[in-house]
T-cell receptor
C-alpha cells in the first residue's frame, strides 16, 4: 500500500549512542518532515525538506541531523543520544501544489527510549 | 507567533451520540489552513478534515464536520453518530499558507462509551 514507512517501530539506545531513523514514502511527495511527540506537548517539528537536496530546521533541531538525497527517503540521525530525546518520532509527507497544502500523511511512528 | 489551544484534555460520548471538540488559535495571518488529525491507539495519525481559511463554508467529511469561526479564531470538530472506532486522541493543527511549519495543539482524548 502507498504511504509513509518508518523503521524501526521501537528502539532502545544507551546514552551517547547514535542511530538513524528511516523514513520512506512512495507517493512522490516533495515535502517531508520529522516530528517528535511528547506527553502534553503535541507534535513539534524537528527538521523538514521541500525536495531532494533541500532541508531546513524546525522548532527543535538540536541533536538531530537530516539529509534528503532522493525524493523518497528522509532519514533522521541522532548524533549522540540523550535521555531528553526519549520520545515518539513521526515522519510525515505531503503533496503541495504551489501554495496549496492538502494535509499530511504520517508514518506509524518510532518509539525511542534512551537509557 | 501562532498558537493552537485545545482546552479539553479529555471528552466522553455515548455511542451514537454527537460530540464537539474545541480548538482555538491565534494568528495575525489571513490565509491559512486548519486541520483535525486523529491518533488512535495504533499511534498512526490520520487526517480527519481540512479547512482553508478563505472558504466560509464549513468542511464536512461524512460524520465529521467543523464549525469554523474565523473572526473568533475558533475551529471546533463535531462528530455525529459516534462509533467505538472514533475513540482516539484528536489534534487540532494550523499552518500558514505558503509556509512549511505546522502548529499542533496538545490534543483531546475522546472516549466512546458503549
Amino acid at each position: 500500500n502507498a504511504g509513509v514507512t518508518q523503521t524501526p517501530k521501537f528502539q532502545v539506545l544507551k546514552t551517547g549512542q547514535s542511530m538513524t531513523l528511516q523514513c520512506a514514502q512512495d507517493m512522490n511527495h516533495e515535502y517531508m518532515s520529522w516530528y517528535r511527540q511528547d506527553p502534553g506537548m503535541g507534535l513539534r517539528l524537528i527538521h523538514y525538506s521541500v525536495g531532494a537536496g533541500i532541508t531546513d530546521q524546525g522548532e527543535v533541531p538540536n541533536g538531530y541531523n537530516v539529509s534528503r538525497s532522493t525524493t523518497e527517503d528522509f532519514p533522521l540521525r541522532l548524533l549522540s543520544a540523550a535521555p531528553s530525546q526519549t520520545s515518539v518520532y513521526f515522519c510525515a509527507s505531503s503533496y503541495d501544489v504551489a501554495t496549496t497544502h492538502y494535509g499530511y500523511t504520517f508514518g506509524s511512528g518510532t518509539r525511542l527510549t534512551v537509557v | 507567533a501562532q498558537t493552537v489551544t485545545q482546552s479539553q484534555p479529555e471528552m466522553s460520548v455515548q455511542e451514537a451520540e454527537t460530540v464537539t471538540l474545541s480548538c482555538t488559535y491565534d494568528t495575525s495571518e489571513s490565509d491559512y489552513y486548519l486541520f483535525w488529525y486523529k491518533q488512535p491507539p495504533s499511534r498512526q495519525m490520520i487526517l480527519v478534515i481540512r479547512q482553508e481559511a478563505y472558504k466560509q463554508q464549513n468542511a464536512t467529511e461524512n460524520r465529521f464536520s467543523v464549525n469554523f469561526q474565523k473572526a473568533a479564531k475558533s475551529f471546533s470538530l463535531k462528530i455525529s453518530d459516534s462509533q467505538l472506532g472514533d475513540a482516539a486522541m484528536y489534534f487540532c493543527a494550523y499552518r500558514t499558507s505558503g509556509t512549511y511549519k505546522y502548529i499542533f495543539g496538545t490534543g483531546t482524548r475522546l472516549k466512546v462509551l458503549a
